[in-house]
T-cell receptor, first 111, second 117 residues
Framework: QQQVKQSPQSLIVQKGGISIINCAYENTAFDYFPWYQQFPGKGPALLIAIRPDVSEKKEGRFTISFNKSAKQFSLHIMDSQPGDSATYFCAASIAGNQFYFGTGTSLTVIP | EAQVTQNPRYLITVTGKKLTVTCSQNMNHEYMSWYRQDPGLGLRQIYYSMNVEVTDKGDVPEGYKVSRKEKRNFPLILESPSPNQTSLYFC????????????????FGPGTRLLVL
């Protein structure tokens, strides 16, 4: 059973457009929600993270929107660039020990 | 350079032949973890460790063992590998959460691609 459900599986966006990836969870014990970026042949790297006490966190072109009542969170990439082409994973953690990842979204940004 | 290293990077083996994948970090992190990555399934946590001699099961621990005898090392052991353990494995490390508002960046190694025939 997938604890964190991620969509879409793949996404194609024009350069300069907005990329949006969505995740949903059920377990209310989750208290930390990171997003990871993975390039081919590399390990995932932390992109941005949020705790459920806030509804939005922004770092540069990357924003997490968090809806605690709906148990959903999403990643928005503004002004998407070809260099953003990668696989993105959402995740949820309990007490910083147990981590559950989404199934990943392959993003392609077309020049 | 701060990093997580894994060895080997690629491994082909046969069913039942015991193997160990090593993981080492040079950041003095307390927390270390192993994941497997499979197409369509994302990353799944196998085991994690909060400090020396402290380990716990993740989501998919069956068929795997770990040990944490030193802070910097966290080897993954497959006592009797089977074809369903063919996967891409990642080790990761971070500081322990120090408070409810702290953010612990998990640093991932480069991955070990394992094929069990």
């Amino acid at each position: 059973q997938q604890q964190v459900k991620q969509s879409p599986q793949s996404l194609i966006v024009q350069k300069g457009g907005i990329s949006i990836i969505n995740c949903a969870y059920e377990n209310t014990a989750f208290d930390y929600f990171p997003w990871y970026q993975q390039f081919p042949g590399k390990g995932p790297a932390l992109l941005i993270a949020i705790r459920p006490d806030v509804s939005e966190k922004k770092e540069g072109r990357f924003t997490i929107s968090f809806n605690k009542s709906a148990k959903q969170f999403s990643l928005h990439i503004m002004d998407s660039q070809p260099g953003d082409s990668a696989t993105y994973f959402c995740a949820a953690s309990i007490a910083g020990n147990q981590f559950y990842f989404g199934t990943g979204t392959s993003l392609t940004v077309i020049p | 350079e701060a990093q997580v290293t894994q060895n080997p990077r690629y491994l082909i083996t046969v069913t039942g032949k015991k193997l160990t994948v090593t993981c080492s970090q040079n950041m003095n992190h307390e927390y270390m973890s192993w994941y497997r990555q499979d197409p369509g399934l994302g990353l799944r946590q196998i085991y994690y460790s909060m400090n020396v001699e402290v380990t716990d099961k993740g989501d998919v621990p069956e068929g795997y063992k770990v040990s944490r005898k030193e802070k910097r090392n966290f080897p993954l052991i497959l006592e009797s590998p089977s074809p369903n353990q063919t996967s891409l494995y990642f080790c990761a490390s971070s500081y322990l959460r120090s408070g409810s508002w702290s953010q612990e960046t998990q640093y991932f190694g480069p991955g070990t691609r394992l094929l069990v025939l």
